[in-house]
């Protein structure tokens, strides 16, 4: 049973940059039909997918974030990363990272989920 | 503002059977399949049906998806206390080249 599990600061300074990764246990981020997703809710709001990457280093992000985030993969350590710079309270928001399973451009969904990690920021 | 539209709040009392709309268009769900997210407040969302119709095992026949057109639906029929959650939509945008979610429904089972 596969499992994602986030890991970062709770607290951001603004303007700094958020650090977040994404530990998978019980399978590989080196398989060609997954893709590692990070998707962000801020409190009391909705989704909002950031980006998402292959282990292969393939990457996609949402419009709005493409100019402050980097997805990252590190296949050795079995992780996958954000970083989201130029911070304000706007990115406070529960950060989570998820794995969807692609096949002949067929998806079957975001699953599983980590539990989310909750980032707020504080001068 | 969504790309996305859902209605903000639902409800029903045990044994009904509940919709839950998304609407979008043609360069969404028009053109993609559709995917509904189920969440419990304060737990991460838990996949409930993908590609339009289909539930991933473990996810009860009670729960059922079908798209027409530019439109989703969410029905779950049979309702219980526990289906008391936040409910997501999410398709992929042409337009935008990502992933979009609905702003979500809030059920309550009364």
């Known amino acids: 049973q596969v499992q994602l599990q986030e890991s970062g600061p709770g607290l951001v300074k603004p303007s700094e940059t958020l650090s977040l990764t994404c530990t998978v246990s019980?399978?590989?981020?080196?398989?060609?039909?997954?893709?590692w997703l990070w998707i962000r809710q801020p409190p009391g709001r909705g989704l909002e997918w950031i980006a998402y990457?292959?282990?292969?280093?393939?990457?996609n992000y949402n419009p709005s974030l493409k100019s402050r985030a980097t997805i990252s993969v590190d296949t050795s350590k079995n992780q996958f990363s954000l970083k989201l710079r130029s911070v304000t309270a706007a990115d406070t928001a529960v950060y989570y990272c998820?794995?969807?399973?692609?096949?002949?451009?067929?998806?079957?969904?975001?699953?599983?989920w980590g539990q989310g990690t909750l980032v707020t920021f504080s001068s | 503002q969504s790309v996305l539209t859902q209605p903000p709040s639902a409800s029903g009392t045990p044994g009904q059977r509940v919709t839950i709309s998304c609407s979008g268009s043609?360069?969404?769900?028009?053109?993609?399949?559709v995917y509904w997210y189920q969440q419990v407040p304060g737990t991460a969302p838990k996949l409930l049906i993908y590609?339009?119709?289909q539930r991933p095992s473990g996810v009860p026949d009670r729960f059922s998806g079908s798209k027409s057109g530019t439109s989703a639906s969410l029905a779950i029929s049979g309702l219980r206390s526990e289906d008391e959650s936040d409910y997501y939509c999410?398709?992929?945008?042409?337009?935008?080249?990502?992933?979009?979610f609905g702003g979500g429904t809030k059920l309550t089972v009364l």
């Open positions: 998820a794995r969807d399973t692609c096949s002949g451009g067929r998806c079957d969904g975001f699953d599983p």
């Open positions: 019980g399978g590989s981020v080196s398989s060609d039909r997954y893709y």
């Open positions: 990457i292959h282990y292969s280093g393939s990457t």
């Open positions: 043609s360069s969404n769900i028009g053109n993609n399949f």
């Open positions: 590609r339009n119709n």
């Open positions: 999410a398709t992929w945008a042409d337009s935008l080249s990502g992933w979009v």
